[in-house]
């Protein structure tokens, strides 16, 4: 027992994220677990709406997981987790389970969404704060390579996301996050 309440937020050695069970996710049809450590971090927007709020993050997150099962045909979400404006951490598929969310990548990699349109807004400190202490945990527990490469999604496939806006941020969070460890 981990001394939180069931599918609340949890405290893992600095980044709380709020279990799948804490918002409600629809049970996943599969899960593929990694064969070892992620040795890449994707970094994804959702181009959807902007989420500031539990209340949002929670109706967004039961949406974007219909979407990728109903429409897409995804056994799941697709991420491995999402971060909301206020810098909440959501679970998505988590650590070590392969994501949908960069083809020929995913076996390999980590896939993270901040909630919103970043070709519109602007990243939050709280959610970038909220990336490095989840990389920073998945690094101390096994699930990422120490020397992994921190890449926006336009990095690995033609795609604008994730935005132009959380895009020209990243050079400095990967400075950031690998001068954590």
Known sequence: MDGRAPGGPRDTDAAVVVSRRGWNAAEARDRTEMKGPARTVIVHHTALRYCSR?????????RIQRMHMQERGFDDIGYNFLISGDGMVYEGRGWGIVGAHAKEHNFHSVGVAFMGNFNEEFPSAASKSALLRLLQVGVLRGHVQPNFVLV???????????????????PKLNISVHNLH
């Open 152 to 170: 926006g999604h336009r990095d690995v496939a033609k795609t604008e996301c994730p935005g132009n806006n959380l895009y020209a941020v990243l």
């Open 54 to 62: 539990p209340r949002d993050s929670l109706s967004e997150l039961a």
